[in-house]
Nanobody, 120 residues
Framework: QVQLVESGGGLVQAGGSLRLSCAAS????????MGWYRQPPGKQRELVAG???????NYADSVKGRFTISRDNAKNTVYLQMNSLKPEDTAVYYC??????????????WGQGTQVTVSS
């Protein structure tokens, strides 16, 4: 089994920055795509940013130019640098990864979520 452990969430003022981290652990042969999702209060979970093992990146339109996703393959870790934060960025942020495990099958895993709150 694989676990995704997140850190870096918290409370910030509008215009501030946060850096989220998500480290995958367990029996891991390789990780394909990793990404960040978020779920604002009263809304559905949505993709924020994703990155493949080859470095292909995509962002939600709402965060383009403000957020940056990156990964450290040696640490099985994905990051989300969040700049120029807005109150509408307030949400629970979830890490996600597609992992090749001991079953030689790719499975999808979720982190527990971390709260990001941006005050106006």
């Amino acid at each position: 089994q694989v676990q995704l452990v997140e850190s870096g969430g918290g409370l910030v003022q509008a215009g501030g920055s946060l850096r989220l981290s998500c480290a995958a652990s367990g029996i891991i042969f390789s990780i394909n795509a990793m990404g960040w999702y978020r779920q604002p209060p009263g809304k559905q979970r949505e993709l924020v940013a994703g990155i493949t093992s080859g470095g292909s990146i995509n962002y939600a339109d709402s965060v383009k130019g403000r957020f940056t996703i990156s990964r450290d393959n040696a640490k099985n870790t994905v990051y989300l640098q969040m700049n120029s934060l807005k109150p509408e960025d307030t949400a629970v942020y979830y890490c996600n990864a597609d992992v090749l495990t001991t079953g030689w099958a790719t499975r999808n895993y979720w982190g527990q979520g971390t709260q990001v709150t941006v005050s106006s």
